[in-house]
């Protein structure tokens, strides 16, 4: 639902102060310590920075595409670094719940992510699959009430901070490419996963990035998203397709 005209403005007008105000001053210190400040942290967080697009019914402020899209803009007035702090938690790492989740699994996540409590990773790129989605590797063997993964993710936007992971792994090693992959929501503290050091790149210092190793890492069955198997890939695909 799109906001009323006036107060969508107040919130462009408010995005713009806080670039120029907070971010912009700080880009220097962001680029040599390769790490947003905890407290401008806060306040996008005080500023509904991490609800922007996730439902009102959960809390967020469930802006159109049109009216993300003008948000980003005013963003984009300062390094990418800041914007990637909440960008997974109203981009990739949220909408795959917003779009297929259960009633169940959108009233548990999506009130804590949009209040910024949770941070939200999506992790389908692999080592040997990038582009190539339907030849990802990571497994997910069924085993009572809950699947075991194993496989490595790579370049996982957020993963060091990261609460929970909309995760894709193949439940079905017999079907192969995209058909035989499902959508999971791992939390971070699953036993089994671990987090890699954060990668070192020539940009975008502030923005980490690292792997997700899953051994023998224990998920809930009913942490598949939509509770279906095997569609994953198509809630992979709708979700790269709103972020492009």
């Known amino acids: 639902m799109a906001l009323d005209t006036e107060t969508f403005n107040i919130l462009l007008e408010t995005v713009e102060r806080f670039v120029a105000e907070r971010l912009v001053p700080l880009e220097a210190q962001v680029a040599s310590e390769d790490q947003v400040p905890a ?15 996730i439902p009102e019914e959960y809390g967020g402020l469930g802006l159109t595409m049109t009216e993300e899209i003008e948000v980003a803009i005013r963003l984009g007035g300062t390094t990418p670094a800041f914007r990637s702090i909440f960008g997974t938690n109203i981009g990739i790492g949220s909408q795959g719940i917003v779009m297929d ?4 699994q959108k009233a548990h996540y999506l009130p804590k992510l949009a209040s910024g409590e949770m941070i939200s990773s999506f992790a389908l790129t692999e080592p040997e699959a990038g582009s190539d989605a339907g030849s990802l590797k990571t497994s997910a ?20 901070s990261a609460d929970i992971f ?8 017999d079907t192969p490419g ?8 791992v939390e971070r503290n699953s036993p089994g996963l671990s987090v890699g050091s954060p990668d070192k790149k020539m940009g975008q210092q502030g923005a980490k990035t690292a792997d997700v190793i899953l051994e023998d890492c224990r998920v809930p069955a009913a942490n598949i998203i939509g509770g279906v198997a095997g569609v994953g890939f198509k809630t992979a695909m709708k979700v790269l397709d709103r972020g492009r």
């Open 166 to 173: 909309t995760l894709m792994a193949r439940t079905d090693p």
């Open 101 to 104: 989740g259960t009633p169940q």
């Open 178 to 185: 995209a058909k035989g992959i499902s959508a999971f929501i």
């Open 39 to 53: 407290d401008v942290i806060a306040e996008m967080k005080e500023l509904g920075l991490f609800g922007l697009t």
């Open 141 to 160: 063997r069924l085993d009572g009430d809950h699947y075991v993964l194993n496989g490595t993710k790579r370049f996982i936007t957020n993963s060091p």
